[in-house]
C-alpha cells in the first residue's frame, strides 16, 4: 500500500526546503513544526544521518472540515513532508490525505482529502522543473 508521493530533485537540500516551504504557502499551508531528524538523531544517540527534515504542514480551512468530521482526526494532522538528501539529489515525500479516509472509515472526509491532495500534488508538481 502506498501512502505518499514522491519526487527527487537534481537540487541541494537547503535550496528544497526553503521550495518546498514556499510551494506550500502558494498553496494555502503553513509550517507549523520543523523535525530535524538529522540534529536529533545526531544530539540523542550519537548517530549521523543525511540530511533530513520533517515539516508539519497545515492548511487551516481544510484542518478545520476534517475535525468538524472526527475530532481525533488531530492525531493524524499535520500533514507530513519530508524532505532529505540522497547522493542523487533530494527526495520530498508527502504524506497522502487519502489515509485518513481509509484510517478512520469515514467516507465523510473524502471531499476534504480530495482537496488536500490536490493542493498537495501542486506543491509536488511546483518542485518539478
Do not use: W
Not at 92 to 121: F, G, N, S
Request: charged residues 20%; negative net charge; proline residues 6%.
Amino acid at each position: 500500500m502506498s501512502y505518499g508521493k514522491t519526487v527527487t530533485l537534481d537540487a541541494p537540500f537547503t535550496q528544497t526546503v526553503t521550495r518546498v516551504r514556499d510551494a506550500l504557502k502558494e498553496q494555502g499551508f503553513g509550517v507549523l513544526t520543523e523535525i530535524d531528524v538529522t540534529a536529533t538523531m545526531h544530539a540523542k544517540l550519537g548517530k549521523d544521518l543525511e540530511d533530513y527534515v520533517i515539516l508539519g504542514a497545515c492548511n487551516p480551512p481544510l484542518a478545520y472540515q476534517a475535525l468538524g468530521v472526527d475530532r481525533s482526526l488531530g492525531l493524524l494532522l499535520p500533514c507530513n513532508i519530508v524532505v532529505r538528501a540522497t547522493d542523487d539529489g533530494t527526495i520530498v515525500e508527502i504524506l497522502d490525505p487519502q489515509i485518513m479516509v481509509t484510517l478512520t472509515d469515514r467516507p465523510e472526509l473524502k471531499p476534504v482529502a480530495d482537496e488536500a491532495a490536490r493542493r498537495l500534488a501542486a506543491v509536488l508538481a511546483a518542485l518539478v522543473p
